[in-house]
């Protein structure tokens, strides 16, 4: 994995792509973004923004408002590593996101996928 060209890598050019694998499931935008804000603590005006900018992954992450504290509760498998055992904190951080988006894509609740 080359972590150096993820960091690198603006927010918006994978955004829509977590919108894509959402709809395809029958889930919104809006349920993403909820996702986003809950885990990064951003609120709209601020992810449109940072989408609107380009703010690659490393920034996006280095400038969160707050990551939620459930965020430890985010167990399982993602891209084949399980994320609650991945060393480096930005990859961690970005594969949480990844995990939460395949969740809504599975088709979980909001509720379970927001650690409620």
Not at 47 to 64: C, G, H, R, W
Request: charged residues 30%; glycine residues 4%.
């Amino acid at each position: 994995m080359n972590k150096h060209r993820i960091y690198t890598t603006s927010f918006a050019s994978v955004y829509p792509h977590y919108i894509a694998k959402a709809e395809k499931k029958g889930r919104t935008k809006e349920e993403v973004d909820h996702i986003i804000l809950w885990l990064t603590g951003y609120d709209q005006n601020s992810l449109d923004q940072i989408i609107s900018d380009k703010t690659d992954f490393e920034t996006f992450f280095a400038n969160v408002p707050k990551l939620n504290p459930n965020v430890s509760k985010i167990t399982g498998v993602i891209c084949g590593y399980r994320v609650e055992e991945i060393e480096d904190p930005l990859m961690q951080k970005i594969r949480y996101l990844d995990k939460l988006i395949d969740e809504l894509a599975r088709g979980k609740a909001m509720e379970k996928i927001l650690r409620s």
